[in-house]
């Protein structure tokens, strides 16, 4: 008697240290015999990318879906999970552009979270201009495994406080009290600079939510934290993905920092966002 034959990944790597393209259909990811495969291979590459996979929405959650975990951020008026809008747009996304300001300065979601997020898929539904608009993604295991050794043993013990509010900063000097206070209310944690993943695997936990190390100063910390995001985003480690429209792309958010590179927000640029859920703490 036949028996069917089983999917076999299709995958090129991008660049050595983060990334790799898949190629296999629509059917074939919606089908979930690949799971467990593209699981791994993203735990390994950090970033996948899926050229002109052209997702619907509701593709889009079922695929999410086959990997683990759906974490809704939106539902619709049945009760029914969604995709989320991505754009720096306020006509467009009212609720939550203004935060998302802040995402085009590297960062990892959920750092004040106990348990953040385990993968983020975008979606491009329309692009910016060429040369405007693209994503990039900093390998931080590859950053971590590459640190000199006297680094490593010096940062081993550090833990350092994360907020959502110095994200504001970055693209807003000088907010108004009620802004801050807003942003500040999101939360304010202390986690480990270096995450001890369960699978033995180590990455650094930095990003523009990262301000003070703790018992340094913060002319000290500012200095640490600095040469850190310097060293995560050499050329090696990163790869910056310049949208089609119909492209996915998915990436590791416990061993990557993202950023959206800067696109006039009267463009158009729009992207569907979905997520997995978290599946291990900072530790």
Request: glycine share 8%; hydrophobic share 35%.
């Given at each position: 008697?036949?028996?069917?034959?089983?999917?076999?990944?299709?995958?090129?790597?991008?660049?050595?240290?983060?990334?790799?393209?898949?190629?296999?259909?629509?059917?074939?990811?919606?089908?979930?015999?690949?799971?467990?495969?593209?699981?791994?291979?993203?735990?390994?590459?950090?970033?996948?990318?899926?050229?002109?996979?052209?997702?619907?929405?509701?593709?889009q959650v079922?695929?999410?879906?086959?990997?683990?975990?759906?974490?809704?951020?939106m539902t619709?008026?049945?009760?029914?999970?969604?995709?989320?809008?991505?754009?720096?747009?306020?006509?467009?996304?009212?609720?939550?552009?203004?935060?998302?300001?802040?995402?085009?300065?590297?960062?990892?979601?959920?750092?004040?979270?106990?348990?953040?997020?385990?993968?983020?898929?975008?979606?491009?539904?329309?692009?910016?201009?060429?040369?405007?608009?693209?994503?990039?993604?900093?390998?931080?295991?590859?950053?971590?495994?590459?640190?000199?050794?006297?680094?490593?043993?010096?940062?081993?013990?550090?833990?350092?406080?994360?907020?959502?509010w110095p994200?504001?900063?970055?693209?807003?000097?000088?907010?108004?009290?009620?802004?801050?206070?807003?942003?500040?209310?999101?939360?304010?944690?202390?986690?480990?600079?270096?995450?001890?993943?369960?699978?033995?695997?180590?990455?650094?936990?930095?990003?523009?939510?990262?301000?003070?190390?703790?018992?340094?100063?913060?002319?000290?910390?500012?200095?640490?934290?600095?040469?850190?995001?310097?060293?995560?985003?050499?050329?090696?480690?990163?790869?910056?993905?310049?949208?089609?429209?119909?492209?996915?792309?998915?990436?590791?958010?416990?061993?990557?920092?993202?950023?959206?590179?800067?696109?006039?927000?009267?463009?158009?640029?729009?992207?569907?966002?979905?997520?997995?859920?978290?599946?291990?703490?900072?530790?």
């Amino acid at each position: 008697m036949a028996t069917a034959a089983k999917t076999r990944l299709s995958a090129e790597a991008i660049k050595p240290r983060i990334g790799s393209r898949v190629l296999n259909s629509k059917a074939e990811l919606l089908s979930g015999e690949l799971a467990t495969e593209l699981r791994e291979l993203l735990e390994q590459r950090g970033v996948l990318v899926f050229p002109k996979i052209d997702f619907t929405d509701d593709e889009q959650v079922a695929f999410t879906k086959t990997l683990g975990t759906f974490a809704p951020e939106m539902t619709d008026k049945a009760g029914e999970e969604k995709t989320h809008k991505i754009t720096v747009d306020e006509k467009e996304n009212p609720s939550s552009a203004i935060y998302l300001k802040g995402s085009l300065f590297w960062h990892i979601d959920g750092t004040m979270n106990q348990v953040p997020i385990l993968a983020s898929l975008l979606s491009c539904k329309v692009p910016s201009p060429k040369g405007t608009g693209n994503t990039g993604f900093a390998n931080t295991y590859a950053a971590y495994d590459d640190l000199p050794e006297d680094k490593k043993a010096e940062f081993a013990g550090y833990r350092v406080r994360h907020g959502a509010w110095p994200t504001l900063f970055y693209w807003n000097p000088e907010p108004n009290q009620e802004l801050l206070e807003r942003m500040q209310a999101i939360g304010d944690v202390e986690i480990p600079l270096v995450w001890n993943h369960r699978s033995g695997r180590k990455s650094l936990v930095i990003g523009n939510t990262a301000h003070t190390i703790t018992g340094q100063n913060h002319f000290d910390s500012a200095r640490t934290l600095n040469w850190l995001r310097e060293w995560a985003t050499q050329e090696q480690f990163t790869y910056s993905h310049e949208w089609e429209v119909g492209d996915a792309v998915m990436w590791d958010n416990t061993g990557t920092m993202h950023r959206a590179e800067w696109y006039d927000p009267a463009s158009g640029r729009m992207m569907h966002r979905t997520k997995l859920q978290g599946e291990e703490p900072f530790e």
